[in-house]
């Protein structure tokens, strides 16, 4: 099992940056698929960036395409969300999430991190 610690959330001005960081517990971290999810008020859970521990492919939403970047240190098991030309329809709680690279869905999950984009 692994267990997820997010940090690094709060306020910002639109145009802003932030870099959240997920922290993971567990010695087989490297072969771990990561994710980030967001939750805005009212709205459905939705996927915002992955990155496979087998050749490091990343995937991003197309909302987020081009302003976030995830990325993964193995060595300190914790895993990034580079925030870049926030908006405000960013505004949601952010939860980093885990699988093992041979089950379909993110069984792991974070407590979530709050994230407000001021316009």
């Known amino acids: 099992q692994v267990q997820l610690v997010e940090s690094g959330g709060g306020l910002v001005q639109a145009g802003g940056s932030l870099r959240l960081s997920c922290a993971a517990s567990g010695r087989t971290f490297i072969r771990y698929d990561m994710g980030w999810f967001r939750q805005a008020p009212g709205k459905e859970r939705e996927f915002v960036a992955g990155?496979?521990?087998?050749?490091?492919?990343?995937f991003y939403a197309d909302s987020v395409k081009g302003r976030f970047t995830i990325s993964r240190d193995n060595a300190k098991n914790t895993v990034y969300l580079q925030m870049n030309s926030l908006k405000p329809e960013d505004t949601a709680v952010y939860y980093c999430?885990?699988?093992?690279?041979?089950?379909?869905?993110?069984?792991?999950w974070g407590q979530g991190t709050q994230v407000t984009v001021s316009s």
């Open positions: 990155m496979w521990w087998s050749g490091g492919s990343t």
């Open positions: 999430a885990a699988k093992e690279s041979y089950t379909p869905e993110f069984n792991y």
